[in-house]
């Protein structure tokens, strides 16, 4: 009887129980960890990933030709615990045969409630005024202290209007939001429709526009898109929230922005780096919020499966991060000049990606 072959799989950061028993039970493979809170060394990265067939990673670990290499001619699947895919070397993940699984629609909801949770928080000064209530600041009911900006009857304004735009403006709707803004690389009518949103360019929105949520995907195309020029066009009263990735934003230019009173506020779920310094000029601002990215469980569940389901074979390694109901591939080396697949028989959520 020929032994067993193990498949060897390494999971670039510590997950919980569930997600590890999901990969132990396929007989054939052996996962090894990394044991840690925080992000794996590229050091122990390379010497993790040597020989492995399979990578669970996070969006903090780079995959570049470096790890590629390191990891050889064994690796076959990579799937990442996230929606956005920019720490990945695609190209030369491509040129190897490699199949990525990724996890879209997966974290939709928890994302928009998150941007407008720091809308809400931002725009009518939540933090500030908890401060005051803690250092005793406030002395008695002023009529025009501590000030916000309200929802009903504005403008907002949003860079990217996919699934998570899209979600965002579900949910601003209700509170009497007059005009819906966006902007993107082309207009979508459909997706556009729901909310009778009008599709403008990106100077436009931003001197148009009294919220302004950024939820485009990383490209070279969106890196530093809000810089000197897209802030000096906003209104003074305006508020801004990111919550897509912290380089499409030049956090210089916006630190100043913020400081000279040129825009109202900011809420940023993202930020180059992560977590920001503790002296970062950005936190001695008090108009300023910046949030803790936030995870739902599911995210860890579709990304195992699709490691999973990538691990068995070179037939079947065609890794899919399963997103309510939506087989995605990012890279499949089956099927050349296809960077995205979608299994047509299932309802697929992909379409609406930004």
């Known amino acids: 009887m020929r032994p067993v072959l193990l498949m060897k799989v ?55 030709k470096r790890i590629l290499d390191a990891a050889g001619a064994n690796l076959k699947v990579i799937s990442t615990l996230s929606v956005g895919v920019d720490h990945l070397a695609l190209d030369e993940i491509k040129k190897r045969g490699i ?29 500030e005024a908890i401060e005051e209530v803690k250092n005793g600041g406030w002395t008695s009911w002023k009529p025009l202290w501590l000030c916000g900006y309200g929802l009903t009857q504005s403008t907002v304004g949003i860079v990217g209007l996919g699934r998570i735009g899209q979600a965002i403006a579900r949910r601003l709707k209700p509170f009497g939001v007059q005009r819906f803004l966006y902007t993107g690389r082309q207009p979508r009518p459909e997706e556009a429709a729901e909310f009778q949103a009008e599709f403008v360019s990106t100077p436009e929105l931003a001197a148009q526009s009294d919220f302004i949520v950024v939820a485009c995907s990383l490209t070279p195309a969106t ?74 469980p599911g995210l860890l569940q579709k990304t195992v499966l699709g490691l999973r389901r990538g691990r068995s074979g070179h037939e079947a390694a065609v890794t899919a991060a399963v997103s309510l109901g939506c087989n995605h591939v990012l890279l499949s080396a089956g099927r050349e000049g296809s960077n995205h697949i979608c299994d047509e028989k299932r309802p697929c959520s992909c379409k609406q990606r930004s």
């Not at 569930?18 to 990394?34: F, K, P, S, Y």
């Not at 199949?99 to 933090?127: F, H, I, N, Q």
């Open 10 to 64: 390494f999971v670039t950061r510590r997950i919980p129980p569930e997600g590890r028993a999901a990969l132990a039970r396929a007989a054939d493979c052996e996962v090894e960890q990394w044991d840690s809170d925080e992000p794996i060394p590229v050091k122990e990265l390379e010497r993790g990933v040597a020989g492995a067939h399979g990578l669970l990673c996070l969006l903090s670990d780079l995959v570049d």
């Open 223 to 296: 890196k530093g898109l809000c810089n000197k020029d897209f802030f000096q066009k906003m209104k003074e009263t305006a508020v801004f929230v990111n919550i897509s990735r912290g380089d499409v934003v030049n956090q210089d230019d916006l630190y100043q922005a913020l400081a000279s009173g040129q825009i109202a506020a900011a809420g940023l779920d993202v930020t180059t780096p992560e977590p920001l310094p503790t002296n970062h000029p950005l936190l001695t601002l008090k108009n300023c919020g910046p949030g803790i990215q936030l995870r739902a």
């Open 99 to 127: 199949r990525v699984g990724y996890t879209p629609d997966v974290l939709t909801d928890t994302t928009a409630e998150l941007a407008v949770s720091l809308l809400l928080t931002t725009c009518r000064r939540l933090p």
